[in-house]
T-cell receptor, first 113, second 114 residues
Framework: GENVEQHPSTLSVQEGDSAVIKCTYS??????FPWYKQELGKRPQLIIDIRSNVGEKKDQRIAVTLNKTAKHFSLHITETQPEDSAVYFC????????????FGKGTMLLVSP | EAQVTQNPRYLITVTGKKLTVTCSQNMNHEYMSWYRQDPGLGLRQIYYSMNVEVTDKGDVPEGYKVSRKEKRNFPLILESPSPNQTSLYFCASSLLTGSNTEAFFGQGTRLTVV
């Protein structure tokens, strides 16, 4: 089955800096890569996603890049703010007759004022 | 409002006492799944269902059962809970196909087995 590795496990940055979280996946059939943000005590919520026919997608301060050849994708957050502090999960999904998400272990992002 | 609802939010129980965590969605999603979240281990899938009466094991199914008798409901059953099932549980649902297969999560159920 699919295996998703996520790094780093924790990331501390100063407000205004950029943050990058990287994930690799194992199944070349995966074609959908969402990112979820989980604030303390809350449920994971989708913040951005990318499909395999696109190399990069941007939404205001967040962007995701995908390298299918290398089987890795990354989340980029620019101009970080304290409210960006949360756990971020990457995931990979394969549409091969059924749909199931495999998550990375998560990255705790701490943004200091 | 589109949502996934889990109950209860918090539960403390004793070893061996059967319990059920309910999950219901109002978005007519075919796909539903259960995850457990443990520190350092991320979200691990327990069971999933692609439609009514269709269920399958995820990565950590031991000690759990599920059923999908109706499209909107996907309860998680622990027949004989043990302390290693103490965890935070999330139910999620999504469309199975199409351009938007975003997974929507319930509020979570924090289970403690003593």
């Amino acid at each position: 089955g699919e295996n998703v590795e996520q790094h780093p496990s924790t990331l501390s940055v100063q407000e205004g800096d950029s943050a990058v979280i990287k994930c690799t996946y194992s199944d070349s059939a995966s074609n959908y890569f969402p990112w979820y943000k989980q604030e303390l005590g809350k449920r994971p919520q989708l913040i951005i996603d990318i499909r395999s026919n696109v190399g990069e997608k941007k939404d205001q301060r967040i962007a995701v890049t995908l390298n299918k050849t290398a089987k890795h994708f990354s989340l980029h957050i620019t101009e970080t703010q304290p409210e960006d502090s949360a756990v971020y999960f990457c995931a990979a999904q394969t549409h091969s007759g059924y749909s199931t998400l495999t998550f990375g272990k998560g990255t705790m992002l701490l943004v200091s004022p | 409002e589109a949502q996934v609802t889990q109950n209860p939010r918090y539960l403390i129980t004793v070893t061996g006492k059967k319990l059920t965590v309910t999950c219901s969605q109002n978005m007519n999603h075919e796909y539903m799944s259960w995850y457990r979240q443990d520190p350092g281990l991320g979200l691990r899938q327990i069971y999933y269902s692609m439609n009514v009466e269709v269920t399958d094991k995820g990565d950590v199914p031991e000690g759990y059962k599920v059923s999908r008798k109706e499209k909107r409901n996907f309860p998680l059953i622990l027949e004989s809970p043990s302390p290693n099932q103490t965890s935070l549980y999330f139910c999620a649902s999504s469309l199975l196909t199409g351009s938007n297969t975003e997974a929507f999560f319930g509020q979570g159920t924090r289970l403690t087995v003593v």
